[in-house]
């Protein structure tokens, strides 16, 4: 005999597999329905409940259980509407009555690849140990034999450079009466004074609009009112063909990608620049997924974007893995870098943007030997995405610390440490501690850095963190409305409060850089390769990166 | 904090005036040793000034492996200075051989290019050097300052008054018309005769008092210049010296530009300088060499000019005055005082931050090149 409830659950999910489990107090809840409504994975519905309801009536306590039917909230067991764990249905529950959380024992990583479809997301590689920049100390203190600096007093100049230099024995001078000239006919190529932070390129398209608009005139600001001159990256996908003819452009870095997205826009507005780009940056590699293109889902691409892309809308715009035009880094590399010189008549620094490898000496070597590489970025594994495989952000990569410091020592011993500036992303102020991160990639060597997650995090509030909460970026249902490009979900975000937090991050890296190197002595330039300040617990890593142990 | 004392003058002098300047300013050092490079030599070796002197300390065994050495690369020794050490009835003790000695040249050189002589001169030197192994090793077998023509260097861990006296100063001394002595406090490193001051290389002298809070950078830069003096780094001041020897002799700049490759303009105090262009390009691609101090450093140039260059903020006191004919450029007023008592204090000079004061080889004036205004002024 058949029993009355079939026990065969093949397939079925119970909650304890999921990565946030959701906590909802039935007594609190009103029943308003804005959980539900508000959650972008529809993973929580109401529900038709029995609960069990104790009642007393009469003038002595003689309490009863009934057990009725009700409304209430139950979390689904679908694995393609997991809870994210984003808790915006605690934002909007006006009665604190719902709140998701993490799963340690989840079995997530085994049931999300349904459909034979690899799981996909945004964000970046979860894990929640230390890591290196976090681990590294300031340690060669200025005290009693000589004064240390006053960050309040005494003048910092928290500046970097962007563009290559020319060699010391290149340089155009003419010595006449006992005075140095320049011989105004030779070529220098351009160098940008910029702020050693620069926002790392997250595209119009991977952002919204309202996120986009937000940082665009928070870096505005910073240049015009702080005297703070922060670049930013515009990653692969172009620009407002308003702000391309804009005095604005000055504060932004073009990014070219493999797909070329946004370039016919960019070339169409050359003539009618007002200014200058502050750089052109050549993606060949991206720290979260290394040997991927740029990826910007179908759900993504809605008017606005596909205009400013020329393509049609709703279809997954992926962006090749490599150039296709690219043969060597000899040939089509370079040829890439001096077409790009050409076009800006050589007034603007061209350089490329690799993921952290093993294999990062050898382009480093073949760009110090080609005069037009203006620098070279290397993008860590802790990097983040918009959109990519789980596998590329989890397992491939390289971290920046070591790769960096490689690259760095690599540059001194051909004695070209100053001429290409080497600029370290990925992971940097993955905890918070931005100035930092940013200080101590500087020592190892790094010219200056690049943020983009913490840049969401701290300007916007972007959920995402590294027990992959949220990371919905892929698939435009950001529920803060930075990642998306439906309005119902960007109106969220308000840019002027966007640009506000983007100048308080940067005034703050400011005078916490000024706070880290002061007590080193260090004011009138920035302390880059100075990896004599310092020190880590870690023998293997004070060994690996050549700097001293402490403890 | 190191203490300095140079003394230019149109006459010979004895060492000895520094190391009583050094006694004033007893207080800043704290006797762990003294440096004296002597230049523009008088006495014995007067009639020498075109011979090399190769300046250092061996053991019998060092002195003969260097004797085969030398002898083998060609050099005749000329003439043998050493200090008369047994006339001493202090505390220190002799570590070995201190020698000057003045060598001709190999045959081959003799008629060579200025170019060539001192390629070779640095070449031996360093070999000499490579020779005795360092003291890392726990041998001093040969321990080389310097080998250059017409100029001496003496160093010895201990006060600087019972250096002289040790090296027999007082009752022989050495005579010259440019004298650097430097009274070590011995700070951040171990007693080290390579990490005391003053550092030659190649014509240029410099010590500097203060720490060099960008050593590590400065040392990679100039490390990696493919220049083969460019070694040691015992002291995070040595920079000082090679980065002047860089922009003198590598580049060619004039010695004014000293001050804008160890202390460059901001873009905005750069408007006064009929030079901006350059002194911009120069800021960005020896960016490297920039110090933030705090640093005091007096040299002497190839053609004799000494100088005194604060850094950016001015973290270090330093003081020149003197009269036609006799400067004494010193870390405080009272070692001034010792060795030109005479002169007019209100001429004295304390150079600021934007400040190079440079005095040239015949000790006439003082010229004072104030970097912001591009200004050259004059005091006599």
Known sequence: MESKTRLDVNGQLTLKELPYI?????????????????????????????????????????????????????????????????????????????????????????????????????????????????????????????????????????????????????????????????????????????????????????????????????????????????????????????????????????????????????????????????????????????????????????????????????????????????????????????????????????????????????????????????????????????????????????????????????????????????????????????????????????????????????????????????????????????????PRLYRRLDPDKVAERVVDIFKVADSEMKKIFAPMGRSTQLPIGMSDGLSVSDKAIAEQLDISYAC | MCRLSAIISDSYFSPMENIMALETMKEGHDGSGLGLVLRDLGGEFQGLKEFPILSGISSKEGLRVMDEYMVKLGFKTKHLWNPRIKNYSGKMKARGFYFARSYEYPEWAEEASPETQSELLTKTRLELRDLGKGQDQGDDSIIIYSFWPDLITLKEVGDPLDVGLFFGLDKKPLLAKNIFAQGRQNTNYAINLYACHPFFIEGFTTMTNGENTAFVPIREFLSSRGFPGYVGYRSDSEVFCHILHYIRKELKFPLKYYKDVITPLFDREMDKRSDKAAIELIKRVLRPLTIDGPNCTIGTDIDGTVFMAQDSKKLRPGAIGGVPGKYALMSEVCGVDTVVPERDRSKDVFPMKYDMAMIEKDAKEIKIWNQKHGSMSTVN
């Open chain 1, 22 to 486: 959701i906590h909802w107090d039935s007594d609190k809840c009103t029943r308003c329905g804005q959980c539900t409504s508000v959650c972008p994975q529809k993973a929580i519905e109401p529900a038709i409940l029995i609960q069990r309801l104790v009642t007393s009536e009469g003038p002595l306590p003689l309490p009863q259980a009934v057990r009725q039917v009700g409304q209430g909230i139950k979390q689904v067991t679908d694995i393609e509407r997991y809870c994210v764990g984003c808790a915006i249905c605690s934002q909007v529950c006006p009665n604190d009555a719902i709140f998701p959380e993490y799963n340690e024992s989840n079995k997530f990583a085994f049931h999300k690849n349904q459909g034979g479809t690899p799981y996909k997301r945004g964000g970046r590689r979860n894990s929640t140990e230390v890591s290196t920049l976090d681990k590294l100390k300031f340690t060669r203190i200025s005290m009693l034999t000589d004064p240390a600096l006053d960050a309040g007093r005494h003048e910092f100049h928290i500046r970097t450079l962007l563009g290559r230099n020319l060699a010391p024995g290149d340089m155009p001078l003419i010595i006449k009466d006992n005075e140095l000239g320049l011989d105004e006919t030779a070529f220098i190529p351009p160098v940008r004074e910029i702020f050693p932070i620069r926002i790392g390129g997250m595209s119009f398209g991977a952002l919204s609009p309202h996120m986009w608009e937000g940082l665009a005139m928070g870096v505005a600001y910073l240049n015009e009112v702080e005297n703070i001159p922060v670049v930013m990256c515009t990653g692969e996908g172009g620009m407002p063909p308003r702000l391309l003819k804009s005095r604005f452009l000055k504060y932004f870095i073009l990014q070219i990608a493999s797909g070329y997205f946004g370039w016919d826009e960019i070339i169409h507005a050359l003539p009618h620049m007002q200014e200058d780009p502050a750089a052109i940056e050549i993606k060949y590699g991206q720290g979260a997924k290394p040997g991927d293109g740029g990826l910007l889902m179908a759900f993504k691409v809605l008017d606005l974007i596909a205009k400013v892309r020329g393509v049609p809308m709703r279809v997954d715009l992926a962006s090749p893995p490599t150039h296709q035009t690219k043969y060597s880094i000899e040939e089509a590399v370079a040829k890439m870098m001096t077409s790009m010189s050409m076009a800006f008549d050589f007034r603007v620094p061209v350089y490329p943007k690799i993921s952290g490898t093993k294999t990062a000496t050898a382009v480093l070597n073949n760009l110090a030997r080609n005069p037009f590489a203006a620098a070279l970025t290397i993008d860590g594994e802790d990097g983040g995405t918009g959109a990519a495989y789980n596998v590329s952000l989890e397992k491939t990569g390289h971290p920046i610390a070591s790769n960096l410091r490689e690259c760095y020592l690599n540059l001194v011993k051909i004695g070209r440490q100053n001429e290409l500036p080497l600029f370290a992303a990925g992971g940097v102020g993955k905890t918070g501690s931005l100035a930092a991160n940013a200080a101590a990639l500087i020592m190892l060597g790094a010219s200056g850095v690049d943020c983009g997650k913490y840049i969401m995090q701290a300007a916007a509030g972007c959920l995402g963190d590294e027990r992959n909460r949220c990371n919905l970026c892929n698939i435009g249902r950001c529920p803060k409305g930075i990642t998306s490009q439906d």
